[in-house]
């Protein structure tokens, strides 16, 4: 029985259209399941929308709508998002939907009942954009005087009656979950921040609204909303069955093996979060993963591309795959990264044109032509060839290691290496002067440099899934024989397979003349 690997994305806001930084994290977050389906995982992948709250209030009233109606005309946008993207989650949940509601009033429920939700009264500065409560030593100065979030968000001061958390119980418990679980938060940079928040000390959480009436009702109470983090939260657990604890998802997937969000929520997965699920008797989530931002600097991009933060824009004037390729390759995860037109250009010319497509498409062409279109005998290796071969059996022990601790980035160095290291070889084995002296040479160069080609394209294929395939079929590798387990000797090609006739995977971006 296949061993579960339950991953998820934080869920978007859907009071405005996609932007890059959601489409970047759907993108790694899809790279990282689908490796682990490769590897042989079964795996669970939730994303969705958070449909609740005051900021989704505010929008729909400035636009003449109700809040149902925001999130109905949003939402779906979210949803297309993923899908021309290639993403392959299992379940979009929709914070709105009655098995959301359940799930959000049970462990409101199970933390009352353990004595940790009591009512007061609340008098504090709050950011509608964060949905966030923030002491007075947190905020900074901005223009004429105005009070701004740690994130540089507008503040406003509220009071009302609100029910409390008490999260200021739940600091040495946190302390220790996080000494005794050192991989619990990722990067260490979020780790020694969060550690350094918690250890100075943490004060009640305000936990319910009564100012608006747009979210899940308190249990027992129904003039107070929940506030938007209990119910935003919850989804990971919802998505997998909760509040039925005997459900067959909730008992093979929770606890939650890897929750992807950005830095800017760090504090909220890993500080509330935990200690909800403490207070409720409900098993923690085995990471938190907190990804960097997205800039664009200024630079000029393709006149075609337009709004330079829409995703649908990029990934149809460069290409699904080859935006995926940039974002996971360009920007070391869990960093902050820039991109613009060049840089994108340029990786999509230099890493996907010349170095793995062009490899691809030279050999396999001289196969089409000089070896009848079927793959040739590989004779007795030569020291090169089986550095070559090492090498390619090899990457992959590097490139689980990096999946595994979320450097995606170093994953797509670790393959590309090889496949710079097998275009010297091409170049230096020369197959194309074997032809005349040593045509069996030739076979055996042409039959390790596409077994190469294969094994690339395997572990291309949680990265570019379209791309990836079109090359797999250009090799005949059927699709049962394109997992992880295949990589090696145990998925080697067979000599004297018939291959289709070959066909460029990665086209060069060329430079359109654009009119102003």
């Not at 983090?229 to 039925?244: E, K, Q, R, S």
């Not at 997937?253 to 929750?259: C, K, N, R, S, V």
């Not at 395997?458 to 699709?479: E, N, T, Y």
């Not at 295949?486 to 291959?499: D, I, N, Q, V």
Request: some cysteine; overall charge negative.
């Amino acid at each position: 029985m296949a061993e579960p690997f339950y991953i998820t994305t934080a869920i978007s806001y859907p009071n405005g259209a996609p932007h890059i930084g959601h489409a970047y994290e759907a993108i790694a977050t899809d790279a990282l399941a689908r490796f682990k389906r490769l590897d042989g995982y079964d795996v669970f992948f939730l994303t969705g929308t958070d449909e609740h709250g005051i900021k989704m209030m505010q929008t729909a009233r400035a636009e003449g709508l109700t809040p149902a109606e925001l999130a109905d005309r949003n939402t779906p946008r979210f949803q297309e998002m993923v899908r021309v993207l290639e993403c392959s989650n299992d379940d979009f949940i929709r914070t709105r939907e009655e098995r959301h509601n359940r799930s959000s009033q049970e462990i409101w429920r199970r933390m009352e009942a353990n004595g940790d939700i009591y009512l007061s009264t609340y008098a504090g500065w709050y950011s509608v954009r964060d949905e966030a409560y923030y002491d007075e030593s947190e905020l900074a100065a901005g223009e004429g005087g105005a009070k701004l979030s740690p994130q540089g968000t507008p503040v406003e001061w509220v009071e009302e009656e609100s029910y409390f958390f008490k999260l200021s119980a739940y600091r040495e418990k946190l302390l220790a979950h996080y000494e005794a679980n050192p991989d619990f938060i990722g990067p260490e940079a979020r780790r020694n921040e969060v550690t350094s928040f918690v250890a100075g000390g943490l004060q009640d959480l305000s936990v319910s609204r009564t100012t608006f009436d747009w979210g899940i009702r308190v249990p027992g109470n129904d003039r107070h909303i929940m506030y938007v983090w209990v119910d935003a939260l919850t989804n990971y657990i919802t998505g997998v069955g909760f509040p039925d604890e005997e459900s067959q998802a909730f008992k093979t997937y929770w606890p939650a093996d890897l929750h992807v969000i950005g830095k800017d929520i760090i504090r909220f997965h890993a500080v509330y979060w935990p200690a909800f699920l403490m207070s409720a008797g409900i098993a923690l989530p085995r990471r938190v993963f907190a990804h960097g931002f997205l800039f664009n600097r200024g630079e000029k991009m393709s006149k075609s591309v337009g709004n330079v933060i829409d995703p649908f824009a990029i990934a149809e004037h460069y290409g699904v795959d080859q935006m995926r390729y940039f974002f996971l390759r360009e920007v070391p995860f869990g960093q902050d990264g820039n991109y613009s037109h060049e840089a994108i250009v340029g990786r999509i010319n230099a890493d996907l044109a010349n170095d793995f497509g062009n490899l691809a498409q030279r050999s396999l062409s001289m196969i089409g032509k000089n070896c009848g279109g079927a793959l040739p005998k590989c004779g007795p290796l030569a020291p090169a060839d089986e550095a070559m071969l090492e090498a390619a059996d090899g990457v992959v022990e590097e490139v689980r290691a990096a999946m595994g601790a979320q450097a995606i980035h170093r994953a797509l160095e670790e393959v590309w290496a090889v496949i710079a290291e097998t275009n010297r070889y091409f170049a230096a084995q020369e197959p194309w002067a074997l032809k005349k002296n040593d045509p069996d040479r030739m076979g055996t160069v042409l039959y390790v440099t596409a077994e190469i080609v294969r094994q690339a394209a395997i572990l291309a294929q949680p990265f570019m899934p379209q791309a990836s395939g079109r090359m797999l079929d250009l090799l005949a590798v059927p699709p049962e024989a394109r997992s992880l387990s295949h990589l090696g000797e145990a998925g080697r090609l067979a000599a004297g397979t018939r291959l289709p006739e070959p066909s460029p995977v990665f086209p060069r971006y060329v430079e359109q003349e654009e009119t102003a």
